[in-house]
């Protein structure tokens, strides 16, 4: 708690915009030919408001269909997932997920995309503006005609973020959205996804399978096992921001959870 | 082949770019050939009448003209120009293919007749005929029209239900699958039977033709969207009418314009059938009545006039498609 304190202005402000989460008991698992495939096996935390919490995992454990829940896309096979209290039943604008793929839709200009939430809500009208300031915000104002067949990956992940943001979600729910960006790109992108958060200050809950970026980025790192999923620990990273990746504590972290995923002795 | 044929333009468009507007080589052969398409026209006899030898010699002229007008005006300055110039090979060969069919026919009698006519004689249906054509022309147009945008509307709607509804896609498709292959035609006895009119009874027939490819690659279409779209849209509030209207259907719109395609070069072969039987005019009708005359000017001017109102819609079809999908990559252009 006493490192904590570093990032308490930021934090008390989130608290009061930001979304609390709560998993109960999660489990899932898919119907494939007739089989059971567990993937999700009794996952609870709490996220608290405010809060940017990374879940590792090693691939195909079922991270994403976890944020998927979260979302409100699928529903959990048992268990209850409470958005500031209430079940989680459908999906909804308060929290909105970004994928790992941009998706933008490729018949629409990147300002229409980035309008999607305004859109489906009616709110086209009356908050048109909206949609031109978080095209500034993440630096696309001058691309506002162009399609996204013309962007590069970068910049289409930029206006799938603006397409969240759009909306002053509550809590974003990120599926490794960095995931598929060359690594310079992605590493810009950690410093915009982390001053987005710090100053809008939803909730975030992210999914990535790169250790380092859950250690610049979070709050708290839920670490999940393989198939179907567990937690395995969560690790609170007490350190101000901006981190930096040679920051001793973070080194140390690392080393915890690659021990974690059983991947100790390889560094 | 091609590659050939493209070469051959380039080579005739590069070689006057640099040097001040250079000589343009086929251009004057060009001219030269239509004059002597013009010449060979008007003072080699006829073997056999025909009413319209000098007014077609004047026309070859006239073509001879413009490219001697395009030749001295500096062609790549003006639009019309450019235009001229790239299609210059093309103007050259035809001229050729002009001044050969004409002494084939006119001049020798050499191949048989009435069947391949004179150039004249295809003129001749032009000049005295044209208020049938044109009044056959409008009667195909507006059976077309009602035909096509009847089909295209209903397999649209169709093809929207089945790819988006379980349960019309389990009335809908084996319908599709077992009414669809038959080729539209052979509903023609039934149409005949169960539709008051002849226009009517063709307009379905029209439609048909037209709906079923259209019906099909919407279906494909709507039923391809990646599902992460609808993922996205409804995470972001989107509701089942919002999923259909501006995420299925947008996504689905280059496959629907493939089965417009499809649809609309089907409608053709079904009109010139329908036309066939029992209307009193219309392109298939004339191509008919012209053949029963033994007029093959008449039979061959139709089919030049039906060439020009297919590919007119068919690039309509195109242009319409081009504004729409204009974000898409790679665009073939027709």
Known sequence: MVALAAIEPEMSVQSDYGMALDIREVSHHFDLHGET?????????????????????????GKSTLLRLVAGLDRPSSGTILADGEPVVGPDPSRIMVFQDPTLYPWRSVWKNVALGLETRGLLKTRKGRVDDVLRLVGLDGFTKAFPHQLSGGMAQRAALARALVNDPRMLVLDEPLGKLDSLTRIAMQGELLSLWRRSRFTALLVTHDIEEALLLATRVVVLSGRPARIRAELEIDRPYPRHRDDRALVEQRQKVLELLGLGSTW | MSEAVADGVQGASASDTPSAAGFWTVGALAAVGWFAAAGVTVAWPDVYDLDYTPLLAWLQAGVGVILVAVFLSGRRSWRFGRRIHYAGPWILVLGLVFLAWQALTAK???????????????????????????????????????????????????????????????????????????????????????????????????????????????????????????????????????????????????????????????????????????????????????????????????????????????????????????????????
């Open chain 2, 108 to 334: 020798l009698g050499l191949l048989p007749r009435p069947f391949f006519c004179a150039p004249q004689k295809i003129l001749a249906a032009f000049v005295d005929d044209w208020p049938r054509i044109l009044e056959c022309v409008y009667y195909s147009l507006r059976l077309l029209v009602a035909g096509v945008v009847t089909g295209a509307v209903l397999g649209f709607a169709t093809g929207v239900a089945i790819g988006w509804s379980r349960l019309a896609h389990y009335w809908g498709h084996p319908l599709l699958r077992f009414i669809g292959p038959v080729p539209a035609t052979a509903w023609l006895p039934i149409a005949i039977f169960v539709f008051p009119t002849s226009f009517t009874a063709s307009m379905f027939l029209i439609a048909l033709a037209t709906g079923m490819p259209v019906a099909v690659l919407t279906w494909s279409g709507v039923a391809s969207v990646n599902s992460v779209y609808y993922d996205v849209a409804r995470t972001h509030g989107a509701n089942d009418r919002f999923l259909v209207l501006k995420v299925a259907i947008p996504a689905a719109m280059p496959h629907v314009f493939v089965g417009l395609f499809m649809g609309l070069s089907f409608s053709f072969a079904v009109l010139v059938v329908a036309e066939l039987l029992g209307v009193k005019a219309g392109l298939g009708w004339y191509l008919q009545w012209a053949q029963g005359w033994a007029a093959y000017g008449n039979m061959w001017a139709g089919l030049i006039v039906m060439a020009i109102l297919c590919s007119t819609l068919i690039t309509l079809l195109f242009r319409g498609r081009d504004r729409l999908l204009a974000w898409q990559k790679g665009l073939l252009r027709w």
């Open chain 1, 37 to 61: 495939l567990p993937v999700l096996d009794r996952i609870s935390f709490r996220v608290r408001p405010g809060e940017f919490v990374a879940v590792l995992g090693p691939s195909g454990c």
